[in-house]
């Protein structure tokens, strides 16, 4: 069965940076494209960035772009993002979610890691 | 970019059928998709492509969009429908094309 395990999260200063990883397992994960979404507390879904299956196409919500990384490994089937000068507005919940091919919904998602970004 | 309006919360009696609308400009010229999410956990595709259902999601579940207006219908609602649900989009003239709804609450008279 599809899994989407996230690891990586903890506490964090501000300015501070840290990288989850999402290992897949039960599909052909070159086969999907992947997103990190995250969740600030007792607040709504925000996408985070998407990545293609080759690794080629990448987009990032604006909120991240110029601190956040996505990449991935095809061979180890896992999922990366690199978050640098981090603030406490980027303190949520990441969660990593495969992309159903065309339809770019998200059908299988992880259980989510806990950011936190504190002084 | 492009913005999705939901209701913050919904009421419904158990037994009772419950919508909840998501809202964009043209959104009938996309394809819209549902998730719900209890608390303390990770969301679930609950309706993809305007109105198609992932396999393991009760028929009670349905969607549709037209105009500036998508909706998802729950019909014969049950106490574990309570939830949060949220739309999404995919803004193609966007370089960060994933949308999502606001969210709306649920609730279970």
């Known amino acids: 069965q599809v899994q989407l395990v996230e690891s990586g999260g903890g506490l964090v200063k501000p300015g501070g940076s840290l990288r989850l990883s999402c290992a897949a397992s039960?599909?052909?994960?070159?086969?999907?494209?992947m997103s990190w979404i995250r969740q600030a507390p007792g607040k709504g879904l925000e996408w985070v960035s998407y990545?293609?299956?080759?690794?080629?196409?990448?987009y990032y919500a604006d909120s991240v772009k110029g601190r956040f990384t996505i990449s991935r490994d095809n061979a180890k089937n896992s999922l990366y993002l690199q978050m640098n000068s981090l603030r406490a507005e980027d303190t949520a919940v990441y969660y990593c979610?495969?992309?159903?091919?065309?339809?770019?919904?998200?059908?299988?998602w992880g259980q989510g890691t806990l950011v936190t970004v504190s002084s | 970019s492009y913005v999705l309006t939901q209701p913050p919360s919904v009421s419904v009696a158990p037994g009772k059928t419950a919508r909840i609308t998501c809202g964009g400009n043209n959104i009938g010229s996309k394809s819209v998709h549902w998730y719900q999410q209890k608390p303390g956990q990770a969301p679930v595709l609950v309706i993809y492509?305007?109105?198609d259902r992932p396999s393991g999601i009760p028929e009670r579940f349905s969607g549709s969009n037209s105009g500036n207006t998508a909706t998802l219908t729950i019909s014969r609602v049950e106490a574990g429908d309570e939830a949060d649900y949220y739309c999404?989009?995919?803004?193609?003239?966007?370089?960060?094309?994933?949308?999502f709804g606001g969210g709306t609450k649920l609730t279970v008279l």
């Open positions: 990545i293609s299956s080759s690794g080629s196409t990448i």
């Open positions: 492509y305007d109105s």
């Open positions: 039960g599909f052909t994960f070159s086969d999907y494209y």
């Open positions: 979610a495969r992309v159903i091919a065309a339809a770019e919904a998200f059908d299988y």
């Open positions: 999404q989009v995919w803004d193609s003239s966007s370089d960060h094309p994933v949308v």
